[in-house]
């Protein structure tokens, strides 16, 4: 009987190893530095665990080689995410954005359905492991742990990436595959917080809008994403945020972000409602002009920032002024100043170099019967469930260990 080795027991590892154990004759230990399996797995979706989006594709992927990830993305798509985990008991509901989630909105949920199948399935899951090195040996390869050697014919290595340390994010699968040849790219976190200039964030802190944000290298476009956007003290989260985050973080303080607070509308259309509420209520004070159109808070921020006086009557305003709060509500532009780090990632952007893997099984090119999936290759998806969905889709590939 042959035996495989994963190292990482995360949502691409779990995979893997369900994979192999379909497999006769086939010996599967998965290897896990935490205490248990899926700790991450179990902050993603804000606890809620988005396992995928039905709407994935190769647009939704990034890294030096993007078209790296389409190969396994086609041979496990979000329906076979979904058939699978239907087929382990997990009940689950699709939002119209495309998110899935489980049906009882609780993590933990998808966590045990995977942890019972590991067990049904004879995986020998040895948590509290860490694997300090990886050596070609006889054919296979020695797994060297703090618990002993581990001898294995194949070996998945699946330890996840940088971010978000306090869950399990580590850098020790870069350095394994180091040793034994693979390079890496440079990394990046990605979708986490935007760190901005603070003199108006400050004040904001807590307000969410609906909003289009878009990130700029000068007067060129790099990242542009719709939906929620919250103000934190040091500068903008949410979906918004997650979304440019990949681009804002390789950009630092040479990106602009410009905010349009009412994206549905067109600057001809906030125009005439501006002008309306003037001349509808003029002796209201010009503090309230975005009164019923945004957030309080926000609309008195946006009239500091059209350097309009907040105390003046709205009847007194002039065109120019009616055009400078258009301006300040479709154009609000904030400095960048970087990034949160990886610690509060979500995902690691960037990776082991996909030039050096097999697309269509997860092999390396040089170390027969060894296998890399997940967040550890330079492949990062958007923020909605598209990173899980490749973390199956490799993991499944890997898992069927060269098959």
């Given at each position: 009987?042959?035996?495989?080795?994963?190292?990482?027991?995360?949502?691409?590892?779990?995979?893997?190893?369900?994979?192999?154990?379909?497999?006769?004759n086939?010996?599967?230990i998965?290897?896990?530095?935490?205490?248990?399996?899926g700790?991450?797995?179990?902050a993603?979706g804000?606890?809620?665990?988005?396992?995928?989006?039905?709407?994935?594709?190769?647009?939704?992927y990034?890294?030096?080689?993007?078209?790296?990830?389409?190969?396994?993305?086609?041979?496990?798509?979000?329906?076979n995410?979904?058939?699978?985990?239907?087929?382990?008991?997990?009940?689950?509901?699709?939002?119209?954005?495309?998110?899935?989630?489980?049906?009882?909105?609780?993590?933990?949920?998808?966590?045990d359905v995977?942890?019972f199948?590991?067990?049904?399935?004879?995986?020998?899951?040895?948590?509290?492991?860490?694997?300090?090195?990886?050596?070609?040996?006889?054919?296979g390869?020695?797994?060297?742990?703090?618990?002993?050697?581990?001898?294995?014919?194949?070996?998945?290595?699946?330890?996840g990436?940088?971010?978000?340390?306090?869950?399990?994010?580590?850098?020790?699968?870069?350095e394994?595959?180091?040793?034994l040849?693979?390079?890496?790219?440079?990394?990046?976190?990605?979708?986490?917080?935007?760190?901005?200039?603070?003199?108006?964030?400050?004040?904001?802190?807590g307000?969410r809008?609906?909003?289009?944000?878009?990130?700029?290298?000068g007067?060129?476009?790099?990242?542009?994403?719709?939906?929620?956007?919250?103000?934190?003290?040091?500068?903008?989260?949410?979906?918004?945020s997650?979304?440019v985050?990949?681009?804002?973080?390789?950009?630092?303080?040479?990106?602009?972000?410009?905010?349009?607070?009412?994206?549905?509308?067109?600057?001809?259309?906030?125009?005439?409602?501006?002008?309306?509420?003037?001349?509808?209520?003029?002796?209201?004070?010009?503090?309230?002009?975005?009164?019923?159109?945004?957030?309080?808070?926000?609309?008195?921020?946006?009239?500091?920032?059209a350097?309009?006086?907040?105390?003046?009557p709205?009847?007194?305003?002039?065109?120019?002024?009616?055009?400078?709060?258009v301006?300040?509500?479709?154009?609000?532009?904030?400095p960048?100043?970087?990034?949160?780090?990886?610690?509060?990632?979500?995902?690691?952007?960037?990776?082991?170099?996909?030039?050096?893997?097999?697309?269509?099984?997860?092999?390396?090119?040089?170390?027969?019967?060894?296998?890399?999936?997940?967040?550890?290759?330079?492949?990062?998806?958007?923020?909605?469930?598209?990173?899980?969905?490749?973390?199956?889709?490799?993991?499944?590939?890997?898992?069927r260990l060269?098959?």
């Amino acid at each position: 009987m042959k035996t495989a080795v994963i190292i990482g027991g995360g949502a691409s590892g779990m995979m893997a190893a369900l994979t192999a154990a379909e497999k006769e004759n086939i010996r599967v230990i998965l290897i896990e530095r935490q205490q248990r399996v899926g700790r991450k797995l179990l902050a993603t979706g804000n606890g809620r665990c988005n396992l995928t989006n039905i709407y994935a594709g190769p647009a939704n992927y990034h890294g030096e080689q993007p078209g790296f990830a389409d190969f396994a993305l086609e041979k496990f798509t979000p329906q076979n995410t979904l058939d699978f985990f239907a087929a382990l008991g997990l009940v689950t509901v699709t939002e119209d954005s495309g998110r899935v989630y489980p049906l009882s909105d609780s993590a933990n949920s998808v966590v045990d359905v995977l942890r019972f199948a590991l067990d049904e399935r004879g995986v020998e899951v040895r948590c509290g492991v860490s694997v300090r090195a990886l050596f070609k040996k006889d054919g296979g390869y020695t797994v060297s742990t703090d618990g002993g050697d581990v001898y294995a014919d194949y070996v998945v290595v699946a330890c996840g990436g940088a971010a978000g340390e306090k869950l399990g994010g580590v850098m020790d699968g870069y350095e394994i595959l180091k040793n034994l040849g693979h390079k890496r790219t440079r990394l990046y976190p990605s979708l986490v917080q935007l760190i901005t200039a603070s003199d108006y964030p400050r004040a904001l802190k807590g307000v969410r809008a609906d909003a289009r944000l878009s990130l700029f290298c000068g007067d060129e476009l790099m990242a542009e994403s719709v939906g929620e956007l919250q103000f934190t003290e040091k500068g903008i989260s949410g979906p918004v945020s997650f979304d440019v985050s990949r681009a804002a973080a390789v950009l630092g303080e040479e990106g602009r972000l410009s905010v349009d607070f009412m994206r549905n509308f067109d600057e001809n259309t906030v125009r005439k409602l501006l002008t309306k509420r003037r001349d509808s209520f003029p002796k209201l004070e010009c503090a309230e002009l975005f009164t019923g159109m945004l957030h309080n808070r926000l609309g008195r921020m946006l009239i500091k920032y059209a350097r309009l006086n907040p105390s003046t009557p709205l009847g007194s305003l002039k065109d120019a002024d009616i055009e400078a709060a258009v301006s300040a509500c479709k154009g609000f532009h904030l400095p960048l100043c970087g990034t949160e780090g990886f610690d509060k990632a979500q995902v690691t952007a960037g990776g082991i170099k996909t030039g050096g893997v097999d697309p269509q099984t997860m092999q390396s090119w040089f170390m027969p019967n060894l296998f890399i999936c997940g967040e550890l290759l330079d492949v990062d998806g958007d923020c909605g469930g598209f990173n899980l969905q490749w973390a199956w889709a490799s993991g499944r590939m890997a898992g069927r260990l060269g098959e």
